[in-house]
């Protein structure tokens, strides 16, 4: 009899461990979710996050909110969710700044290959060069007359040191031979502010925070950094065909994890990403905003490679135009 009771208690025992891990496993998500954006609200960082967010909310059946971190051209934002805990509850927006901040600043708090791990690429836009309707220019190379006869006097905002906005100016004064001073913001958003206002002369801002401005006669568009127009904005020309040939910037983004984080988890997030990124509402508002989503197959493997091509790109211009954050 104790035999048997003790066989009984052993297999039951043996259930139980069996059976463990799947009443342990817990659906994910179960909690909502947030996604951290470097840039102050108002940037194409910022929007794109917002678009997604809703997205994955409606995809996942949890809650994806967007907090704005912002400093040092995302930085903090980035170094916040590397420290975070890898379980998939805090997300980070990145973007081609942080390839760039990886040769622009001598020293980081993080590692950006290192302390993150791809989910997949959310969503690429080009730039577009603005200005102040009080500017007295209507094409590029009026622009980059004015900046020749005003050197060091026409100035050219960005959403921080090391941005995409930040590079295309950098470029084109590498191009044009021109002295235009820079202007580094905390985002898209106060930039934009301040070049509506007056306060800054021009921008080669992410088309999605710009574009309702150029659509409303706020602001005056002459350059595209695109190889070709675009849809959104046809009469305006690329710089390329304003006397630039292989002017090419094109901004993206993408959702990274911090290192650690189970690999079905990204699998999971990559997935409900892509669906959301399929779903004919999202394609909708990409439309709209002038965002464009990635080719397929989009998973962390291709992300990745596209982040380390970034870096090598990006290394190779933060060096020649010689310049340095810190």
């Not at 461990?17 to 009443?23: G, I, S, Y």
């Not at 993150?116 to 622009?143: D, R, S, W």
């Amino acid at each position: 009899m104790k035999t048997i009771t003790w066989r009984l208690a052993a297999l039951a025992a043996g259930t139980l461990l069996t059976c463990t891990p799947t009443l342990a496993a817990k659906p994910y998500p179960e909690r909502p979710v947030t996604i951290v954006v470097g840039y102050a609200a108002g940037g194409a960082t910022d929007i794109v996050a917002r678009l997604v967010a809703k997205s994955l909310s409606e995809g996942l059946g949890q809650t994806f909110v967007v907090e704005n971190k912002t400093g040092a051209n995302s930085n903090i934002g980035a170094e916040i969710v590397s420290r975070a805990a890898p379980d998939g509850y805090t997300l980070y927006m990145g973007s081609i700044a942080n390839t760039i901040n990886r040769s622009l600043y001598s020293q980081l708090n993080y590692d950006f290959v290192k302390d993150f791990k791809p989910v997949g690429l959310v969503a690429t836009i080009p730039n577009i060069l603005v200005v102040n309707p009080k500017v007295p220019v209507k094409t590029v190379q009026e622009y980059i007359a004015y900046a020749k006869t005003h050197p060091g006097k026409l100035t050219c905002a960005s959403s921080g040191s090391g941005s995409s906005i930040h590079l295309s100016c950098e470029l084109f004064k590498m191009q044009t031979g021109t002295d235009i001073l820079h202007v580094p913001y905390r985002g898209s958003g106060p930039a934009v502010a301040d070049l509506l206002g007056g306060q800054v002369d021009s921008m080669f801002d992410n088309l999605p925070s710009s574009l309702p401005h150029v659509q409303a006669g706020k602001l005056r568009a002459i350059g595209v950094t695109s190889p070709q127009r675009l849809p959104s904005t046809p009469d305006v020309p690329t710089l390329a065909e304003s006397g630039l040939p292989g002017f090419d910037v094109e901004s993206w983004f993408g959702l990274m994890v911090p290192a650690g984080t189970p690999q079905p988890v990204i699998t999971r997030l990559n997935e409900a990403l892509n669906q959301a990124l399929a779903s004919p509402a999202l394609q909708a508002s990409y439309k709209q905003s002038g965002f464009y989503a990635p080719a397929a197959p989009n998973t962390p493997e291709t992300f990745a490679k596209t982040i380390a091509s970034e870096i090598d790109k990006w290394g190779a211009v933060v060096k020649r135009a010689d310049i340095k954050a810190n």
